[in-house]
């Protein structure tokens, strides 16, 4: 069945407060430490792909990243981190796109996506997605999604488990794999969900 995935999105950050959402976190330790780990400088280029209103943007403002491109397909939620972050929000690039749509005018240094891309389980969304990042990342990519331990569904839609052989496969085409890690993320609910991360480096 097709959704209209915009219309979707935006009603649960119209509707759901971060404690009502399975996602949230207070403080994104992993995602942080692996951005970290590519030892780049802070003028490097990371967008963080279904940021939300996720902290991770605070985390790097924080540590001195000056070129951050926050990207999500609701505005909503957008707009959820912009009043939180207030002056600071603008020293981040905010894009409002459905990412199998978007189309960069620059490349990246490091992509970062925990938590979206589990959401395409189609194959040309999955392909589309692929491309994009081989095409417009220069440096690293960070994926973090529900391992083959984790969750079926979020937020009443379905979602693609990975192994770690799969997720590497769907980008072994642009990248080689760096790490890869599982980590249970308590929610909100206290309910514990397992993720994979793996990140890449360009080939």
């Given at each position: 069945?097709?959704?209209?995935?915009t219309a979707?999105?935006e009603?649960?950050y119209?509707?759901?407060?971060?404690s009502?959402?399975?996602?949230?976190q207070?403080?994104?330790k992993?995602s942080f430490?692996?951005?970290?780990?590519f030892?780049?400088?802070?003028?490097?280029?990371?967008i963080?792909?279904g940021?939300g209103?996720?902290?991770?943007?605070?985390?790097?403002l924080d540590?001195?990243?000056?070129?951050v491109t926050?990207l999500?397909?609701?505005?909503?939620?957008?707009?959820?981190?912009q009043?939180?972050?207030?002056?600071k929000?603008?020293?981040v690039?905010w894009?409002?796109?459905?990412i199998?749509?978007?189309k960069?005018d620059?490349s990246?240094?490091?992509w970062?996506?925990?938590?979206a891309?589990h959401?395409l389980?189609e194959a040309?969304?999955?392909?589309?997605?692929v491309?994009?990042?081989?095409s417009c990342?220069?440096?690293?990519l960070?994926?973090?999604?529900?391992s083959?331990?984790g969750?079926?569904?979020?937020s009443g839609?379905?979602i693609?488990q990975y192994?770690?052989?799969?997720?590497m496969?769907a980008?072994?085409?642009?990248f080689?794999?760096l790490?890869?890690k599982t980590e249970?993320?308590?929610?909100p609910f206290?309910t514990?969900?397992?993720?994979l991360?793996?990140s890449f480096?360009?080939?």
């Amino acid at each position: 069945m097709d959704i209209d995935r915009t219309a979707h999105w935006e009603k649960v950050y119209e509707t759901k407060a971060p404690s009502q959402v399975s996602w949230t976190q207070e403080y994104p330790k992993t995602s942080f430490e692996i951005i970290q780990s590519f030892e780049l400088n802070k003028t490097a280029k990371i967008i963080d792909v279904g940021g939300g209103d996720s902290k991770l943007v605070d985390c790097l403002l924080d540590a001195g990243y000056e070129d951050v491109t926050v990207l999500d397909i609701s505005e909503k939620a957008l707009l959820r981190a912009q009043k939180r972050l207030g002056d600071k929000a603008s020293k981040v690039n905010w894009v409002v796109s459905d990412i199998t749509t978007f189309k960069p005018d620059r490349s990246f240094d490091v992509w970062h996506d925990r938590a979206a891309f589990h959401f395409l389980t189609e194959a040309e969304q999955i392909s589309q997605y692929v491309a994009l990042a081989s095409s417009c990342v220069k440096g690293y990519l960070s994926v973090g999604t529900f391992s083959k331990q984790g969750p079926v569904k979020c937020s009443g839609l379905n979602i693609s488990q990975y192994s770690e052989e799969e997720l590497m496969s769907a980008f072994s085409s642009g990248f080689h794999l760096l790490d890869s890690k599982t980590e249970d993320h308590t929610t909100p609910f206290d309910t514990l969900q397992n993720f994979l991360f793996c990140s890449f480096k360009k080939k």
